[in-house]
């Protein structure tokens, strides 16, 4: 029989790969790209589109971190016996689950307020923030990464 570990492990480090990689890819590649250049309306409605359905899966894969993580803490018998590397985990974990709320919900509120409005100067200015915030959160998720991985030796 599978340990409960490896299974909550599995579904963290999932859902880990999905959340850094989307990070990644739109905070260091595509959005600063983008916004060096003019687009139609059009081009505008379709990254406001993607962006908007990574955001909903970054809020899925931000609940699996955080129901795998807590359930990883229980199945080795709680809190009282993490060591340093795993509660720094759990506290950075937890700051950058609620960080993946805020990406949501603030910049991408500004962004289609802005889209709606057809403002593009205010549209590339929330895209901008998005893409200084999902920097910042992908930073922090390479920092946990690194916690984890090396978190056996500390």
């Known amino acids: 029989m599978?340990?409960?570990f490896a299974i909550w492990q599995f579904f963290h480090l999932i859902a880990l790969f999905y959340w850094i990689g989307g990070l990644v890819f739109l905070g260091f590649y595509l959005l600063p790209r983008w916004t060096r250049q003019e687009h139609r309306a059009e081009s505008w409605l379709l990254l406001q589109q993607a962006i908007q359905a990574f955001s909903l899966g970054g809020i899925f894969a931000a609940l699996l971190l955080l129901l795998s993580g807590y359930a990883m803490v229980m199945s080795i018998g709680g809190f009282a016996r993490l060591g340093p590397a795993v509660w720094?985990?759990?506290v950075l974990g937890t700051?950058?689950?609620?960080?993946?709320f805020h990406l949501n919900f603030a910049p991408m509120k500004r962004l289609r307020r802005a889209l709606n409005g057809q403002d593009w100067a205010g549209a590339a200015k929330a895209l901008?923030?998005?893409g200084r915030f999902a920097r910042f959160l992908a930073a922090i998720a390479l920092i946990l990464t690194f916690v984890?991985?090396?978190?056996?030796y500390l």
């Open 95 to 100: 700051i950058a689950a609620l960080g993946a």
């Open 2 to 4: 599978m340990p409960q």
């Open 128 to 130: 901008a923030s998005y």
């Open 148 to 152: 984890g991985v090396l978190g056996v």
């Open 88 to 90: 720094i985990m759990v």
